[in-house]
């Protein structure tokens, strides 16, 4: 007979009707044997008390539907970002507010790496310093002798010292597109895009596959889940080279390895059916912390990069219409391969025209190929209508919405890219519900942090940066929101029968925290703070 | 770094157009040259192993996804794959993804120092392209594709009136490709090894020329090269400088490099051209100053 636990806790949210709180869960084989008091287990024979979580509030370990694992091993640069961050070992990462705070903060990070290593940052944005712009003269005070470098927070520029520029060979001369001049016709230092990029990345040994892949990632990535008190992830476009899935298979298997991993394949690389042929074949490999099998499809860009594709009346500036990563007619045919191989697929659309060619498709795959049950999942949902939203509740496509947009970029929204009307409406979760949408929303972790409290938070506030509400309509109560962080989520991966509430039966994943969120209400949500989590019974406290 | 640059030909074009069938074209004929083939579009057409193998060349699929894939970082660290690879290919050639802009892969090119730029072909269906181009979801990336080309490949027919609508577009020589043309040179530019037999079957889609002669100034020489003849598509050498050394002259399409070099060599320019746009004779005129 395995060993029952019985943990007491202070109060238990359980995501469940049929019992909403309890005091007591008890864990048999990493699954919860019974809910409830302290006699809970009774019927089930000797338990052993484990009072370690008796002052803290248990949640459903929460699940981020749309993150990535460069979350994880991106911490091994310098983090440069304007807003606080806690790193994956809990270390505060101080949000700079100017230039000086990022040239300080990379003196002393400097000062720690051996004398020829390169400086390297990331995080940085240049939309909430809109004095001086960021050039090599500021990175040359952190050092002359080695190369610096500095990654914008989308990941599509970057600002580097003068030794880098020499030793990608950049100078007056220089014609490229990207490498952009000063004044007096040199180099000022900012690169944009990967051509212009490349040369230094190279030189520098900047390498996205690696921090998105070897052992070390996957277990920061771990380690930042169990910091916001994530116990099931996504890492939506993996890569799978030769031996990456026993790479996977061993990380996660780790008895102290606190997360279970949902990577979705990125769509690209081979034909459409070879893709789902692929999928397919990876399913047959997951473990309980580890699930394989479905697919990440791209289609268009970002709104603030102007890259998204959107529909009349366009962006309000007047800049063209966006770009398509995948041409539609392909994102049909992906579509169409994998519902007929059985395969799910999250579909990246942030523009109402993305979203419209991803509903598109999935309604033509499902006359092709019918799959009641595919649950595929529209990723970010930015700009979605609730004609949009009538559709994919029709279809029974799931809406995975980018809640944090509101507070980071909602007031960049309004000014720059689509305007106050539209602003108002974007990442509608109240409609997405109301029209009988299954629902969450998402961090998109490393674009905005991981904390799924946080992401709750913006959605049952709609509060910009600035501090006004966007979209008062939309927003959602407390309990929607810790729905979409639990169950809601679970849903989109095919697991909610298996992880999203604290329900007889299920995995004993936790959040483990120091204050009832509830109680916390809508403003303090996103203070409530994570002690750790437990997972498949065993305790991860921070 | 004692490794001379590697030359990287960017292939672009919608789904179908005709880009696979034009690679193992090439890869039949390869000139002696070991060329390494990145592929990154998938369609009915795949990329003829065997010809790979005999051209002692090599392949590179674009499996590698992260989440940069919207700024296509996967294919930058591919292209650093490929620089690191010993023995480094003679040639490499891109297949760009049916959608994505050739430009911002071939701009790698004039960026980093171990990578030489060797043009854009796009390769456009002549019978689709008008349709495409009018759709409005994506007619704007596929014009952009055009825009960006070096050279413009038409397959499959179109209305007479196209190829005009091509070359106003792109600004670039617009040319046929017919079953059986040899595109290798134009594509991948003179083998190294000139002794090596014939490239290829079919009849050659380009012509050759060559000058010698005079010491030119650079504002003269600048001058003379934007004054070039229609159709002159490539265009390497050297020309003497009256101050000692020699300019270093590499065109591709409408990009015009110099450089000056310490070296104490005789004028010499090997062009390449289109055949039936490109004259020979009226390239002598033009070089002769005439």
Known sequence: MSKITLFSAKKIITMDRNRPEATHVAVRDGRILAVGGADCAAPWGEAVVDESLADSVLMPGFVEGHAHMMAGGIWKYAYAGYHDRIDPEGRPAPGKTTIEEVVEGLKEHAAGLPADAPVIAWGFDPIFLPTERLNRHHLDEIAADRPVAVLFSNFHLMCVNSKALELAQYSRETNVEGVMKGADGTPNGELQEMAAMFPVMRRLGIDFRSISADREAVRAYGRVAQRAGVTTITDLFATFNPGDVDTLLEVTGAPDFPVRLVPA??????????????????????????????????????????????????????????????????????????????????????????????????????????????????????????????RCADLGICCNIFANHIWYFGDQHVALTIGEDRARRMDALRTALDEGVRATIHSDAPVTSLAPLFTAWAAVNRQTMSGRVLGEAQRVSVEEALHAVTLGAAYTLKMDGEVGSIETGKRADFAVLGADPFEAGAEGLKDVPVRGTVLGGEVHLL | ?????????????????????????????????????????????????????????????????????????????????????????????????????????????????????????????????????????????????????????????????????LSVLSGAPVARLEEGTDATTLLLGQARDAKLPVEGRGHAAHVSWQGTGPVM??????????????????????????????????????????????????????????????DPAEADRWWRGG
């Open chain 1, 265 to 390: 394949m990125g769509g690209t690389g081979a034909a459409p059916a070879e893709i789902a042929a692929q999928a397919a074949a990876l399913r047959g490999r997951s473990t309980d912390k580890l699930r394989l099998g479905a697919v990440k499809l791209m289609t268009d860009g970002s709104i603030q990069g102007w890259t998204a594709r959107v529909k009349w009346p366009g962006y309000v500036g007047g800049q063209p219409n966006g770009i398509w990563n995948t041409p539609p007619e392909l994102i049909a045919e992906l579509v169409a391969e994998c519902q007929k191989a059985g395969v799910q697929t999250h579909i990246h659309v942030n523009g109402d025209e993305a979203s419209e060619v991803a509903i598109d498709a999935i309604e033509a795959a499902g006359r092709s190929h019918p799959w009641a049950g595919a649950r595929h999942v529209l990723q970010h949902c930015q700009m979605m209508g609730a004609d949009q939203f009538r």
């Open chain 2, 217 to 278: 100034d650079r504002a003269t020489l600048e001058a003379r090269l934007a004054a070039r003849p229609p159709g002159l598509y490539r265009l390497k050498g050297w020309v003497r400088a009256p101050e000692g050394g020699v300019h270093e002259v590499q065109v591709v399409g409408a990009g015009v490099t110099l450089r000056h070099l310490r070296e104490a060599r005789e004028t010499q320019l090997v062009g390449i051209g289109l055949r039936g746009t490109f």
């Open chain 2, 1 to 165: 770094m004692s490794l001379p640059p590697l030359p990287l030909t960017v292939i672009g074009g919608y789904l179908g157009a005709g880009k696979t069938t034009l690679i193992n074209r090439m890869l039949r004929a390869p000139g002696g040259r070991r060329i390494m083939v990145m592929v990154n579009d998938f369609g009915a057409i795949n990329i003829d192993a065997e010809l790979i193998e005999a051209a002692e060349g090599d392949m590179m699929s674009l499996t590698n996804g992260c989440v940069c894939c919207t700024m296509g970082a996967d294919l930058f660290m591919a292209l650093g794959d490929a620089l690191d690879r010993r023995p480094r290919p003679d040639h490499l050639v891109i297949e760009a993804s049916g959608i994505a802009d050739p430009s911002r892969i071939a701009m790698a090119a004039r960026a980093e120092p171990e990578l030489a730029y060797e043009g854009i072909v796009t390769v456009v269906d002549g019978g689709e392209f008008p349709r495409l181009a009018a759709d409005a979801q994506i007619g704007p990336q596929i014009e952009g594709q055009v825009r960006a080309a070096d050279l413009v490949l038409v397959t499959k027919g179109g209305a007479p009136d196209l190829d005009l609508r």
